[in-house]
């Protein structure tokens, strides 16, 4: 029987050690602020900026909520950017992707102060984290190591396989499984073959946005199956891009959909809302 990677324990076990630290630092007179931009009234946007509000508040740190207008230009935009950037009272900026098509995103992201970039998009955490120095790296990547690494799964040695190279999980969850050790493939649209790739995996991470698609003929047998992909099927239930069902008799461990992933996204956020507070203190 494979193991099920619990995200929803892990990622609220991170939330109270996070809590923990926060507190301490409260105690020594130091406060933590996020400032959370969004722009417009993407629904589901506003769900993700709620959920990221509300970790803020069970973890004691203080959120500065932004909701501006849909027709927000870029120059505002980057103009209030700047402001929190100079602010010494604000430790972390997030905008929530995706912009209005009229707001150039990759320009947002590069306005954002590095030591502030508690999303780790911006090219300078990115570059940190392809040479091994200190930086904010992207959070359901690093979610990912840790769900690894608090189910005692090694990564040393291992085969990793990543299907999928976009800039906030694919490539950096690759540099991450590098830096731990792991023997690493980055698996694309263009693959060919792509099972007899998969199925040399000891550990497979599956982002690729396609509802079920990795079945066992993917998998190699006793191999940790890491389910990124999020779906909403006609039933409303939620899917990964594993078909959970086929793949969790024949692999050793699993990460459900819903309860695997997701909820680490938001932890990794928190624990760098907490790393850019210590840095800039
Ligand atoms: P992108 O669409 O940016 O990237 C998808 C990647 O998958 C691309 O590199 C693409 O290859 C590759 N790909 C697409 N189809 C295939 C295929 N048939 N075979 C092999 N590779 C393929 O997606 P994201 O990385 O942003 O997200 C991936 C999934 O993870 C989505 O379902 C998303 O909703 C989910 N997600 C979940 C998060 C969470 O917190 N749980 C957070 C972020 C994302 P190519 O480059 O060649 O086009």
Partial sequence: MAQIIDGKAISAQIKDELKQKVSDMKAQGKEITLAVIQVGTDPASTVYVGNKKKACEYIGIRSLAYELPEETTEQELLSLIDGLNQRTDVNGILVQLPLPAHIDEDKVIRSIAPEKDVDGFHPQSVGALCIGEKG????????????????????????????????????????????????????????KDLASVTKRADILVAAIGKPKFFTREYIK?????????????????????????????????????????????????????????????
Avoid at 154 to 161: L, Q, S
Avoid at 254 to 273: E, Y
Wanted: glycine share 10%.
């Fill in 136 to 191: 904010f790296v992207s959070c359901t990547p690093a979610g990912i190591i840790q769900l690894l690494k608090r189910s005692g799964i090694e990564i040393t040695g291992k085969e990793c396989v990543v299907v999928g190279r976009s800039n906030i999980v694919g490539k950096p969850m690759a540099l991450l499984l590098l830096r731990e050790n792991g023997t690493v493939t980055v698996a694309h649209s263009k693959t």
């Fill in 221 to 281: 047998e006793g191999a940790v199956v890491i389910d990124v992909g999020i779906h909403r099927m006609e039933n409303k239930k939620l899917c990964g891009d594993v078909d959970y069902d086929d793949v969790a008799p024949v692999c050793s461990a699993i990460t459900p959909v819903p309860g695997g992933v997701g909820p680490m996204t938001i932890a990794m956020l928190m624990s760098n809302c907490v790393e850019s507070a210590s840095m800039q203190w």
